[in-house]
């Protein structure tokens, strides 16, 4: 029982590259999320997706975009990166409502 | 809009003294509250909740917290600190009754605990 893994664990871009970040739970949660974290800004909620086939915008959207592509699997896509995009990403779980369960984070950097 | 202060990014404890981490919240309606902890180069880590009952929440690792609701406050304590409970914590609120497309778990902005042996 991995949780929730996340793939890559770093990665370095350069401006106007495009890159998928991959996310995968085994825990059977209808809920996922994608987080960016920045130093003293905390986390901020990028998409989440309710259930299988549904997917909404958070508080930071714009220039990601993302896919449910199961239950299982949720992926965050930069179609250009852009050095404003430099932060940690983290992907989460829940059953809807209630505590979420955190992946170990993919580390980006944007030149 | 709902929002979570932590008022100290950094706080320093002696091994063994109690710690407090500050945590005040703004939401309409009942809050369902949480701590969570990130140690280095990890993801975030439940440590405890509210939701409703009792104002005291006992979670992880010996800590706890109490809901405060004129005091709209939910600070997390510890009788005796461990360096070991060296890390950034975060406290996090979500308004009850939210669905989808409303307001969403909100984090505070973290509060980095040292303890110092």
């Known amino acids: 029982n991995a949780g929730v893994t996340q793939t890559p664990k770093f990665q370095v871009l350069k401006t106007g590259q495009s890159m998928t970040l991959q996310c995968a739970q085994d825990?059977?949660?209808?809920?996922m999320y994608w987080y960016r974290q920045d130093p003293g800004m905390g986390l901020r909620l990028i998409y989440y997706?309710?259930?299988?086939?549904?997917?909404d915008k958070g508080e930071v959207p714009n220039g990601y975009n993302v896919s449910r592509l199961n239950k299982r699997e949720f992926s965050l896509r930069l179609e250009s990166a852009a050095p404003s995009q430099t932060s940690v990403y983290f992907c989460?779980?829940?059953?809807?409502?209630?505590?979420?369960?955190f992946g170990p984070g993919t580390r980006l950097t944007v030149l | 809009a709902q929002s979570v202060a932590q008022p100290e990014d950094q706080v320093n404890v002696a091994e063994g003294n109690p710690l407090t981490v500050k945590c005040t919240y703004s939401?309409?309606?009942?809050?369902?509250l949480f701590w969570y902890v990130q140690y280095p180069n990890r993801g975030l880590q439940f440590l405890l909740k509210?939701?409703?009952?009792?104002?005291l929440v006992k979670g992880s690792y010996g800590f706890e917290a109490e809901f405060n609701k004129s005091q709209t406050s939910f600070h997390l304590k510890k009788p005796s600190a461990l360096v070991s409970d060296s890390a950034l914590y975060f406290c996090?609120?979500?308004?009850?009754?939210?669905?989808?497309?409303?307001?969403?778990?909100?984090f505070g902005t973290g509060t980095r605990l040292t303890i110092i042996p």
């Open positions: 939401v309409s309606g009942n809050p369902y």
């Open positions: 509210y939701i409703t009952g009792d104002n």
């Open positions: 825990m059977n949660h209808n809920s």
């Open positions: 989460a779980t829940d059953r809807g409502s209630d505590t979420q369960y």
């Open positions: 996090a609120v979500e308004g009850v009754g939210r669905s989808f497309g409303n307001e969403k778990l909100t």
């Open positions: 997706s309710a259930s299988e086939g549904t997917t």
